[in-house]
């Protein structure tokens, strides 16, 4: 592997899971006991503005966008376009549209559901970046006995990689797909015996070093109490293996072929009243290489969410997360990263809100396989975002939003600045 670039070998973690210990089990037990104690009536989901979806289990949907961006590949302030681009610009326009087919349908005890859309995207500028994608999520909500349940679903998402992440200027198309099968059987009161079989796949139309594509195979165990205030806990156990599609093993650079993942998780759901509650997360994380350890990496992440309606007309989120992920190259196995986000929503009328979202994502950078010519990398990444939604009519909706991202670093290859407009509608029908 060659020496640092952040134009060709800086990429995105991507989340590998692992193993957790006994501290979990503990854990869990106590928020087990918790859950059980009575609150009041579950707290309503964050309001939206009014739906566009028709009446009926199948609709259809059509919509375009304008979008400019004025750096387009997150390249540093004293970066040059015309060396690194062949343009003078680092910014571009792009339009896009898209028309996607929904069904939500209950037949008996089943219901199924699918949400698939076709999207076109055409810069101005950077027309190499032009792209055809197709996305869709799909589920049979399925009920054997009134106590024996799951789900089998297949999802995709194709999209262009994070440049903030991806730094190569060229087109690279990420594309991941997820079959799962779960099962959820009551056994007495509130306990659920949980389980479930998983196939992931991700792939990069371009190399991508850090975060390279693979296919994957694991399967999920877990034991989730639901007390009748409607809080519930939930522990699992998940392992999977994977191996990587177009990376072969080398031992020079030690870049693998293939990984073990295990974790341990705790969940937890809390109505801490009519106006609130509050979601949490820990787990324990362990990820193991084919062959190389000093690629090798554990730790605990976690995330705690806590949703609040203040007024009729307000809502507030604040979520805070840590996690670990894969980030692979001389002077990276992996970062950790700390993220505190705060999204509010105005309901200004029954067919407009105004939105928001301020967060702060810390990343530190660790497992460097050879001696590092100074400290570690660390980025903050600040972002804010402020949006208008709007719904004229019950079948359309108009939305537009700006946003301005500012990454420091200690190494000043890795910074940028970014502000990006964007405007939207939708037609369902």
């Known amino acids: 592997m060659t020496a640092r670039n952040p134009l060709r070998v800086h990429g995105r973690p991507f989340r590998r899971s692992s193993r957790a210990n006994q501290d979990l089990l503990a854990l869990a037990a106590a928020c087990l006991l918790l859950a059980g104690v009575s609150f009041p009536q579950t707290v309503r989901a964050q309001s939206q503005i009014v739906s566009t979806a028709p009446q009926g289990p199948l609709w259809i949907s059509a919509g375009a966008s304008f979008a400019w961006d004025d750096n387009v590949f997150r390249l540093p302030d004293a970066a040059d376009p015309q060396a690194l681009l062949g343009t003078s610009t680092k910014s571009d326009r792009y339009v896009s549209a898209r028309v996607g087919l929904h069904l939500d349908k209950p037949y008996a005890q089943q219901r ?22 197709l996305q869709y999520d799909g589920a049979w909500d399925w009920h054997a006995t009134p106590r024996v349940s799951g789900t089998l679903s297949a999802n995709r998402n194709e999209a262009l ?27 007495f009161g509130g306990w659920h015996l949980l389980g479930g079989v998983s196939r992931d796949e991700s792939k990069n139309s ?19 109490y639901v007390a009748e205030s409607g809080n519930s806990a939930t522990v699992a156990a998940r392992s999977s293996r994977a191996d990587y599609i177009d990376q072969p093993l080398d031992p020079a650079n030690l870049l693998d072929d293939g990984y073990r993942r295990e974790e341990s998780e705790l969940r937890v759901q809390w109505m801490l009243g009519g106006k609130s509650n509050l979601t949490g997360r820990l787990t324990r994380i362990e990820y193991r290489t084919n062959h190389f350890a000093q690629r090798d990496f554990s ?5 705690l969410r806590i949703q609040w309606l203040p007024t009729g007309k307000l809502s507030l989120n604040l979520s805070v997360a840590r996690d670990l992920g894969v980030y692979v190259d001389n002077f990276s196995s992996y970062a950790v990263s700390e993220t505190v986000a705060l999204a509010p929503v105005w309901h200004v009328s029954a ?7 301020i967060s702060r994502v810390t990343s530190d950078y660790r497992g460097a396989v050879v001696v590092l010519p100074g400290p570690a990398r660390r980025d903050t990444l600040d972002s804010v975002q402020l949006a208008v939604d709007w719904v004229p009519t019950r079948s359309v909706t108009l939305s537009a939003s700006v946003q301005r991202d500012h990454r420091a670093s200690n190494d000043a290859m890795f910074e940028f600045n970014d502000t990006s407009a964007h405007i939207d509608a939708t037609l369902t029908f």
């Not at 371009?206 to 989730?224: E, K, N, P, W």
């Not at 730790?299 to 995330?303: K, L, M, Q």
């Open 112 to 133: 199924f559901r699918l949400d698939a859309t076709a999207s076109g995207y055409r810069y101005d500028t950077f027309s190499f970046l032009n792209s055809n994608l």
């Open 161 to 187: 990689v994070n440049y903030g992440d991806y730094r190569t200027p060229i087109r690279n198309i990420v594309r991941t797909q997820n079959q799962r099968f779960s099962i959820d059987g009551l056994l």
């Open 206 to 224: 371009a190399i991508f070093v850090q975060q390279a594509s693979y296919h994957a195979t694991g399967g999920d165990v877990g034991l989730r």
């Open 299 to 303: 730790g605990t992440g976690g995330s």
């Open 351 to 357: 067919r407009t809100a105004v939105r928001a979202n």
